[in-house]
């Protein structure tokens, strides 16, 4: 009902695993793109992320963007290098179709996502 993709992060996330979880969400091979996407990141790590990785993520983010015009990315990250990379993605991604906001609370998250 909520038209909603909830990703789970665990451990070190790799920049291939990333693209490679976006490619496959956007193509269609895991399921029909969701409205809403929601990264739960409460239990990964990013630090092997480079600066440029991440530009590359937010420019393959919004590539893709217009196939879910309109809908809601929150980004959940309680570990300040984590939401700090999901901040720096979501300054990248102000061209996408769709809005992204960082949150450090699920339940915050899920509030935003349904409003």
Same mark, same amino acid.
């Given at each position: ?19 490679? &979880? ?8 895991? /399921?029909?793109?969701? =409205?809403?996407?929601?990264? +739960? #990141? ?33 980004? &959940? ?8 990379? /999901?901040?720096?993605? =979501?300054?990248?991604?102000? +061209? #996408? ?19």
């Amino acid at each position: 009902s909520r038209d909603l993709t909830i990703f789970t992060c665990e451990g070190d996330l790799s920049f291939v695993e990333i693209v490679e &979880v976006i490619k496959r969400f956007y193509e269609g091979t895991i /399921a029909t793109p969701t =409205k809403n996407v929601l990264w +739960d #990141a409460r239990n990964a790590r990013v630090a092997s992320l480079t600066p440029i990785q991440v530009t590359r993520i937010s420019e393959l983010s919004v590539e893709y963007s217009k196939l879910r015009e309109g809908g809601k990315t929150a980004l &959940v990250a309680p570990q300040d290098v984590v939401f700090d990379t /999901a901040r720096i993605f =979501k300054a990248e991604t102000m +061209d #996408a179709k769709w809005d992204v906001t960082v949150f450090r609370n699920i339940n915050e998250a899920m509030v935003w996502i349904e409003e």
